[in-house]
Structures are given as C-alpha cells and as structure tokens.
C-alpha cells in the first residue's frame, strides 16, 4: 500500500534531504503525561524553567497562539536562549510553532533547528490540515538537519484545530515517519466547526441527554426528570485515537482553559485516558500534577495487571479470579498497563516506588 504522502513504500523511511539522519521506524515510546507550556518570552516563566525540569515529562516553547505578533521574535530568541543554558536531563524539550500560513513560521523552523537542534526532541504544527501540511514540514526539517549536522530526525506533532484536519486525520497520521502524534485543539476546531460554544475543552452544560418521563397513573409527572451532561470531544478523541494506533503514534488532549475548576480539569483528562490518550496539555502548573496523577495508572489497575499476567502464564486458555473470567484479551489489556507502568517507573521515582511495592497473588 502507499502511504498517504505518495511515497513508495521502499522510499518512506528515506531521508529527504541529502546528508539528513534516518528517519526512525518506530516512534519511542517516551513518558509524555503532561506537555507543559510556557512563553519563552517572558523572563518570570523563563526563569522558572530550570526548576520545572525532571518534574514533568515535557516543557514546551509556545510561539504561537497567546504571544502577541510583536513578541514573537522575542519568544524565538528566549527560547533558543532558554535551550543553550538549560540541561533538560529526562524532560523533553518541545516547540509548538507559528502556523504554516503565518510570516513567522519559517524563521521559526530555520532559526530553531540551526541553534538548538540538538536539544529539540519535537515541533508542535499547527492547525495542520492534510498530509500536504507535514510533507512541508518533513522536507524543510530534513533540508535544516541536513545543514545543521544533526544526528537525530527531529520529530512532528500536529493539532487538530480545523473540520478538515480532523476529516483528514487518518492521512495526517501516516503522512511521515517524524510524526510523533496528535492533540486536540477544542477551541479552535469549536470555531472552525461552527460550535455553539466559547469554553476551551472540557463539556457544556447545554450538551446533555434527560431521563424519561415518569407520570402517576393519572398522567401526571411524579418527579423531576435528571439530566446528565454529555462530551462534546468524544467522537472527535476517539477518531484520534484509532487514527494513531493504526499508526503507531500517540494520541494527546490538548488545553483545558478553565484554571479555576480542577475538578472538570480532572474529568476531561481522565476521559481521555481511558480512550487511549497518553498525556494531555499543562497550561499552569497546577495541571501537571493532575496530569501526571490521571496519566499514571493506578496502583490498583497495575495490582490487577500484574495478577492476571501471572495467572495467564503463557497467555492461552482462561482463567477466573474473583468470579471473573480473564482470557487472552484480558492479557492484552493488562499488558498495555504494565508496559506504560515500565515506562513511567523509568522516569518518575516516586510512581517507581509505589510500583515496586505491589505484593503480586495469582491465586
């Protein structure tokens, strides 16, 4: 089959430019719970970046949207200036760039990848809107990597912030070897979509479905019919997710605006989690910690994993445990668990402890 970007097969793993690194075959599977933002033009959240690092799992240069068009030089120079002077150690430093229909987007990429490409794990694009938009992007990174010695593919994450991104997401997805995954962009994509609402991510009160009527025998409505608010992403986070599984990338929520509701801010991460995202977006510090909290399993969900993985031994046939039958596609869900709990451990000590210290009975 041809991948979407008209490549043949033989030629997707090519690099696009003479003298650029191979590209990889398969994405590392890195610890990313919280992707937390921050402009690099302001000297207060610069300062602040040093002691951030190795407390969450990305920080990430914003030189777009909530930087004002006459600071945007000043947010690409602090961030080249930030990643010269910052050990970064296990954090991954990240960018989200200007949009590629934007004045400013080209001198982020050629200004970024010349000065700190090296330090440069992954390039944020954008209300990204088919396969064309990172077969841009793929050939000029390859071309700046080229130029600027770079040993390693920087990688791609694109936002869907547009109808058309998200009709198209599927290409998106397989449209380059660099691309490292996907986030959701609610308010944009709202806006593009014509949606009734001015919330950034999160539900609304007005999508919702009512409990049936229920009336005497003389038709008259005994009580108060209950209503249960609704997601407005779910269909939207889900198409994301299935489009980045089929193609080995990962699926990311993006923003929650609402700094004052914690709670909400907790529901929406969880919801995503357990559809298949890996992190969600941290816009205020308070967020990391409820990203890193939803984004980790649990330690009862690793307790069960672990046990069912024991009591499976090869994985064939069933068994039951606690009245509960667990067969082989109870293994695969419990592998997805223990391998994320792996990952996490490797980077975060104290879930490493919690880990380490669940006591396994396959009984």
């Known amino acids: 089959m041809t991948p979407p970007s008209g490549r043949s097969p033989k030629d997707f793993f090519r690099p696009l430019a003479v003298g650029a690194p191979e590209p990889l075959r398969e994405i590392p599977a890195r610890p990313s719970r919280a992707i937390h933002f921050f402009d690099p033009s302001n000297a207060k959240m610069a300062a602040k970046v040093p002691q951030l690092v190795g407390t969450v799992d990305v920080l990430l240069g914003n030189l777009e949207d909530a930087i004002k068009a006459d600071n945007k030089a000043a947010a690409r120079a602090g961030l080249v200036t930030i990643a010269e002077q910052t050990d ?10 200007n949009a590629l229909d934007s004045p ?19 390039v944020m694009v954008p209300k990204v809107q088919g396969a064309e938009d990172i077969a841009y ?22 936002i869907l912030e547009t109808a058309r991104g998200v009709a198209n997401v599927e290409e998106i997805c397989g449209a380059s070897p660099r691309m490292q995954g996907l986030s959701l962009g609610p308010a944009d994509l709202a806006a593009d979509r014509r949606m009734k609402t001015t919330r950034v991510g999160g539900g609304h009160p007005g999508y919702l479905v009512r409990q049936d009527p229920t009336t ?6 005994a009580n108060t019919r ?9 269909y939207t986070i889900a198409r994301m997710v299935d489009a980045c599984a089929m193609h ?13 509701d914690p709670v909400a801010c907790e529901d929406q991460f969880r919801n995503a989690f357990l559809l298949g995202c890996v ?4 816009l205020h510090p308070s967020q990391i910690e409820i990203a890193h909290r939803v984004f980790s399993p649990s330690v009862e969900d690793i307790a069960h994993a672990r046990r069912v993985v024991a009591a499976m031994g090869d994985g064939t046939g069933a068994v039951m445990l606690d009245g509960k039958m667990e067969d082989d596609a109870s293994l695969k869900q419990c ?22 210290a669940i006591e396994v009975d396959p009984s």
């Open 335 to 356: 592998l997805v668990l223990v391998e994320l709990a792996e990952q996490l451990a490797a980077v975060d000590p104290a879930l490493k402890e919690r880990y380490d």
């Open 104 to 122: 400013w987007v080209l001198d982020d990429l050629t200004t970024l990848v010349s000065a700190i490409g090296d330090k440069l794990d992954v």
């Open 226 to 234: 209950a209503t249960y608010q609704q997601d407005l992403w779910h």
């Open 137 to 158: 992007v793929d050939r000029l990174l390859a071309q700046l990597e080229a130029k600027a010695g770079l040993d390693r593919p920087i990688l791609v994450h694109a």
């Open 279 to 282: 992190g969600a977006w941290s």
């Open 248 to 260: 080995g990338i990962s699926p990311y929520y993006g923003p929650f605006g609402d700094i004052g």
């Open 88 to 97: 970064f150690g296990p954090t991954q430093l990240w960018t989200r760039v």
């Open 216 to 221: 005497t025998s003389d038709g008259v409505e």
